[in-house]
């Protein structure tokens, strides 16, 4: 488990999340779990469709 995008306030004792700008929706970051819900983030699959 990891995210490429979350980044952790010790004063508050939270994950961050860059791409939002709220607090993480996990308590463990997933970036790769975070794209499979939110279709959010570094680990969204973008394909140019036809």
Not at 10 to 15: H, T, V
Not at 18 to 27: F, I, N, P, R, T
């Amino acid at each position: 488990m990891s995210c490429k995008c979350a980044k952790y306030e010790a004063d508050e004792g939270r994950y961050y999340c860059e791409v939002s700008g709220s607090q993480c929706m996990y308590m463990f970051p997933d970036s790769k779990r975070c794209a499979e819900e939110f279709e959010e983030g570094p680990d969204t699959n973008e394909e140019d469709g036809d």
